[in-house]
């Protein structure tokens, strides 16, 4: 489904800012803009709302709603450094030339994200892999500390800040999933990016079976691209259905065979992470930081 996409100047005059926001990058049902505050540049998010209708349609304005509620209230409780922090705009609903948006804010980071890792010659090193991966893991405990699942861990959600204190941050949090709470999505997936949704998230039980370890999977796998260069079940481009029966039957390559070059220790924590059963992947987070530490 496309939305209206909100243009700069109805945007300056919803929020009464002094200069129209320059349009920067859209995701699902998001506009992205960038304002200059006192305090630096912030990213304005504003999410589509459709209007109020028939079932079907009142069904996918609650659903967005709720993934915005949802993002906003994780990125007020998660801790860690490595998560985008909310901006100076409190979340709001306005009204943009007949559209509906809930508009919000969050810090504005420098750098790109780790799509540009794929395919690099020379590929990252692994001291780059293993801070990538420890920052991972800490996003993952502060937001299951919290309640919180991500559901959408990968390259392109990963930034490459080039900051001493914040080197790698995850910029969305769009789908977060909060656990022992209530799903909206109908069908029979969750929302997410396919690529990189653990085999778990496929079948028909999933809300009965997500834990953290469908973002340690994601996790695994982000690290996993951009060290090889490629994907271990999505080559190139194809239909989905092939995607979904290699994630579920495919059991990918070891990353040692195609880094080599890599501590075997590191890349079997790696391989561990993409196991097709969650209860062959690592039953609690410290589990994966004492492996790494013993990684010679």
């Avoid at 496309?2 to 859209?26: D, K, N, S």
């Avoid at 906003?72 to 409190?90: F, H, M, N, P, Y």
């Avoid at 391989?271 to 969650?278: A, E, N, S, Y």
Wanted: charge should be negative.
């Amino acid at each position: 489904m496309t939305f209206p996409i909100p243009p700069p100047q109805g945007v300056q005059v919803a929020l009464g800012l002094p200069e129209e926001p320059p349009h920067i990058g859209i995701g699902g049902f998001k506009a992205v803009y960038r304002m200059e505050t006192e305090t630096g540049p912030e990213a304005i998010k504003a999410v589509y709302v459709p209007p109020s209708g028939d079932e079907d349609e009142d069904a996918i304005r609650a659903q967005l709603i709720a993934r915005a509620e949802r993002e906003i209230d994780a990125l007020g409780r998660c801790a860690s450094s490595c998560l985008v922090k909310l901006g100076s705009l409190q979340p709001k609903l306005h009204t943009i030339e007949d559209h509906d948006y809930l508009i919000y804010s969050e810090e504005f980071l420098p750098g790109k994200s780790l799509t540009g890792w794929i395919g690099k010659d020379p590929p990252p090193s692994y001291d780059q892999l293993l801070l990538v991966f420890r920052s991972l893991i800490d996003l993952i405990r502060s937001l299951s500390g919290t309640g919180f699942l991500h559901r959408d861990i990968k390259p392109g959600n990963v930034m490459d800040t080039d900051l001493d204190d914040r080197p790698y941050v995850v910029l969305d949090l769009g789908i977060a999933f909060k656990m022992h709470g209530t799903e909206l999505t109908r069908g029979g997936t969750p929302p997410g990016t396919l690529r990189y949704m653990a085999p778990e998230l496929l079948r028909p039980d999933y809300k009965d079976v997500m834990d953290f370890r469908c973002d340690l999977y994601a996790a695994g796998l982000t690290v996993y691209v951009v060290a090889s260069g490629c994907h271990p079940f999505a080559p190139c481009p194809e239909h989905d259905y092939a995607t979904v029966y290699r994630i579920m039957n495919q059991h990918p390559r070891s990353l040692a065979e195609l880094r080599p070059d890599l501590p075997i220790g590191f890349c079997a924590i790696i391989d561990r992470c993409m196991r097709k059963k969650p209860a062959l992947r690592y039953s609690r987070l410290n589990l994966v930081e004492q492996a790494l530490r013993e990684v010679l």
